[in-house]
């Protein structure tokens, strides 16, 4: 399995509160992503990074904003958490994006619940 | 914009017998294709992919899925199911030499597997 944590595992926090997500990869890959799985929607990608201090939107990134200074650490912000984000998120890291290798490797997710 | 459709938003299948879950994808040229399974409270796991060469593809745990250019289908097939491969199924698409592979997600087919 490809290296790669997720932290928290579960969080449940009130609406107007900041929440910080973090993925940690062991694997040294470039690409980094963040995405959320809703039922009836599959996974959704919200922010990815193409390297240190590179970061660009996904398609439902209102409401959220990332950070990578460093290689392994890629980190998720709500900065004012609202219900419409209580969701499972997932972190995937890829090594390559237009090569054979471009697939990408999923961490466990975490389950944020916001009240 | 590229879109991926799975039709089927549960299959149930009895333990031994084969399997086919239907994956449909609109895009403009020939994309990369992936097929992921996610257990329950896991993360997504990369079942097998597509490039180019050999429309048959061959996956782990005895998947394989065909791609039909004329049909812009990506099926994945097993001939014999077992109880474990009960899980959700996601097929996705991403870009073909546009230099960042963005992956797109089906919104999933949950497989049940009976005795």
């Known amino acids: 399995d490809a290296g790669i944590t997720q932290s928290p595992r579960h969080k449940v926090t009130e609406t107007g509160t900041p929440v910080t997500l973090r993925c940690h990869q062991t694997?040294?890959?470039?690409?980094m992503y963040w995405y959320r799985q809703d039922p009836g929607h599959g996974l959704r990608l919200i922010h990815y990074?193409?390297?240190?201090?590179?970061?660009d939107k996904g398609e439902v990134s209102d409401g959220y904003s990332v950070s990578r200074s460093k290689t392994e650490d890629f980190l998720l912000t709500l900065e004012s958490a609202t219900s419409s984000q209580t969701s499972v998120y997932f972190c995937?890291?890829?090594?390559?994006?237009?090569?054979?290798?471009?697939?990408?490797?999923f961490g466990p997710g975490t389950r944020l619940t916001v009240l | 914009a590229q879109s991926v459709t799975q039709p089927d938003i549960h299959i149930t299948v009895s333990e031994g017998a084969s399997l086919e879950l239907r994956c449909n994808y609109s895009?403009?040229?020939?994309?990369?294709l992936f097929w992921y399974v996610q257990s329950p409270g896991q993360g997504l796991q990369l079942l097998l992919k597509?490039?180019?060469?050999?429309?048959l593809v061959q996956g782990i745990k005895g998947f394989e899925a065909e791609f039909k250019r004329s049909q812009s289908s990506f099926n994945l097939r097993k001939p014999s199911v077992h109880w474990s491969d009960a899980a959700e199924y996601f097929c996705?698409?991403?870009?073909?030499?546009?230099?960042?592979?963005?992956?797109?997600f089906g919104t999933g087919t949950r497989l049940l597997v009976s005795p």
């Open positions: 990074s193409y390297g240190v201090k590179d970061t």
């Open positions: 694997e040294n890959h470039r690409y």
């Open positions: 996705a698409v991403g870009p073909l030499n546009t230099g960042f592979q963005k992956l797109v």
């Open positions: 895009y403009g040229a020939t994309p990369y």
């Open positions: 597509y490039f180019s060469g050999d429309t």
């Open positions: 995937a890291i890829s090594e390559s994006a237009t090569s054979g290798n471009n697939e990408q490797f």
